[in-house]
């Protein structure tokens, strides 16, 4: 079965009868979306980014029978030629900071990764969309230019999100892809200072128009 986390653009996509459940899991209870797919707001409950509950979302896709799973997120942009406007697949990811796990009190590992025909799929659907590796910052606060000159050296786009759902994805045996909308350049690119944020409400407003029609391709598909 395939599942989708993303935004509010999600449900706004014409896609197969869903029905809303509320679904318990041993980390918390998800509001999910469920039909011949599974689809879950990432920010329902009004949930800030850094402080998503992505082991009670992934944990509820693996007792849905998710085994096919594409994360939909904004990111800002690190390199110049990747304007507002741009959408990524994501060829890898790494983050700095602590990534959840289902293994805290045992000894597990899993090489994390994207799955490649779901991404290659991806890029089918939006030849226009760049491969790029995603760097999770730990939120909520934007990075500062230092920090962004630093990773820049290593990844394409930061968000805050999709390197835990990724992550945890693999640790289910849940294959997975992510696809990344730019919806500003980070602090210091592209000739710009700090993000402005009515300007990446403006641009994700515009992307999210983009992948509205992009969700029902991808249903189409991966279901």
Request: charged residues 20%.
């Amino acid at each position: 079965m395939l599942g989708i986390i993303g935004g509010t653009a999600l449900l706004q996509a014409e896609l197969p009868p869903l029905e809303r459940k509320l679904i318990p899991t041993p980390y918390g209870t998800v509001e999910v979306y469920r039909g011949t797919i599974v689809v879950i707001k990432r920010h329902q409950f009004n949930t800030p980014p850094a402080q998503i509950n992505h082991r009670a979302h992934l944990a509820a896709c693996k007792i849905l029978g998710v085994d096919r799973l594409i994360s939909i997120g904004s990111t800002g942009s690190m390199k110049a030629e990747l304007p507002p406007g741009s959408l990524v697949v994501a060829s890898g990811y790494f983050s700095p900071w602590n990534i959840p796990t289902f293994h805290e009190h045992d000894i597990f590992h899993v090489p994390p990764g994207v799955d490649e025909e779901l991404s290659a799929g991806l890029m089918e659907l939006a030849p226009e969309a760049k491969r790029g590796v995603y760097f999770q910052a730990r939120g909520p606060r934007f990075e500062t230019a230092a920090e962004i000159a630093h990773f820049a050296e290593h990844a394409d786009v930061v968000g805050m999100t999709a390197a835990s759902e990724l992550t945890l994805a693999n640790e289910l045996d849940i294959r997975c892809a992510a696809l990344c909308t730019v919806d500003n350049y980070a602090n210091g690119i592209g000739g710009e200072g700090a993000p402005d944020y009515e300007e990446i409400i403006r641009i994700a407003k515009q992307n999210g128009e983009k992948v509205t029609s992009l969700i029902t391709a991808i249903v189409e598909k991966f279901a």
